[in-house]
């Protein structure tokens, strides 16, 4: 928009610059000629007495009009002037070096024109006439000369004023750049208001109407969010309760056929259970914020996610929390969606690595933190799709498919990248998930990615 501003107005700039330097030499033109006409008549007016009673005293004589000539008759005198009778005969002649002839014209009173002169002629006796001849190039001269003069000051100020108009329209324009900039970082993972403070007048009124949408659309997702966990919580207690009737039924019945068969439905209501508690994190990462508007410690959210994930029997191999150099980290990012994301990766590397073998969670204070376990290689197509909901490799282990995608989702809302790699780096074996959460996060950045190393 800058840029078009610019060619634009120096376009409009140099084409009333050109037209106004046109017409002032159009009007240079016929200013010119009339001065040259006017004088060249009170040439002949002036002169026509002192000619007049020099053809009296000598009428027949073949004299010339002596004049001390200069070198070059052009660089002094811009008229020829010559005295004749009416049958042709000439009295008097201005000298000139070299001779040239003068201009044939009719002998009426006036100007006429020929090819190369303008001629004035005026009767000072009865039959003698007095002509005042000027050169046409000697007009042409005068004019092109001034015209260069009115061009050149245009084609010297023309980059200065288009510098100029550069810098103005850089700086009136700077407000709607920093609106631009404002609009285009919020998304679904970033409705904070904008507000208008420092914003000129005409464009207040557009920050505030997005800032009315952004808080609608931020009721809209509460909403949402709120139904969601409230669904899940509906659907989470009943499940609960029919997985305790059924472990305190296996608990009573003795070993056989229907006992196995009451295992069987205890596996299946606890997958329901947990399949239930990943479709409630996966509606909350869709319609979450990712970025909040104060910052927190992710240091001491990776280690209350440790902590509590270490509680679990289920998750019984070891996690190591490598935070060297980096006691403290500090992103603004939202704090249920980001312990979601954690929980999440640091869930697949417990479930999916070797048992008994070491899970590595390392942060680091570029914003990397990288969760690391031991197992078998991922192969590449596997790890290119594996962030699709309900896609999981080829592994025996319990899960719903839906962590990866999960993850995927939140990193995306917060504004960071996720990289997954199979092997680990530095090792031969293993899979490692390393997200990203820059220090401003965009949704420049927000796009996960898959990268292999």
Known sequence: MTRRLILLLGAATLVGWVSVAAIAAHRLRTVINRDADRLMEITALFSAPGYALLAKRNPEADALLRIPHPRSFEDYWTMRIQVLKADGEVLFYSMEVPPKPFPSAPLDEGFRDTATDRIYTTKILDDVFLQVAQPFSFRDQKVKSATVKVFVPILIFLPINIALSWIVIRRSLRPVEILRREIELRDGGNLSPMGSSGLPAELAPIAASVDRLLERLRTALNAEREFAENSAHELRTPIAASLAQMQRLLAEIPEGQAKTRARGIERSLSNLGHLVEKLRQLAQAESGIGIADHAIDLVQMV????????????????????????????RKVDVELF???????????????????????????????????????????????????????????????????????????????????????????????????????????????????
């Open 303 to 330: 280690r209350l996610v440790i902590d509590d994930l270490g509680k679990k029997p289920q998750f019984a191999g070891p996690i190591i929390l490598d935070v060297d150099d980096c006691p403290t980290l500090m």
């Open 339 to 453: 312990a979601i994301l954690l929980r999440n990766l640091i869930e697949n590397a417990l479930t999916h690595g070797l048992r008994d073998a070491t899970t590595t969670v390392s942060v680091r204070t570029d914003g990397t933190i990288a969760i690391a376990n031991a197992g078998p290689v991922v192969p590449l197509p596997e790890l290119k799709a594996i962030t699709r909901r309900f896609r999981r490799g080829a592994t025996s282990a319990v899960g719903s498919g839906l962590g990866l995608s999960i993850a995927s989702t939140v990193i995306e809302r917060i504004g960071g990248s996720l990289e997954l790699a199979s092997p680990a780096r530095g090792r031969e074996d293993g899979f490692e998930a390393i997200i990203r959460i820059p220090r401003v996060a965009t949704t420049e950045l927000g796009v996960g990615r898959i990268v292999r190393f």
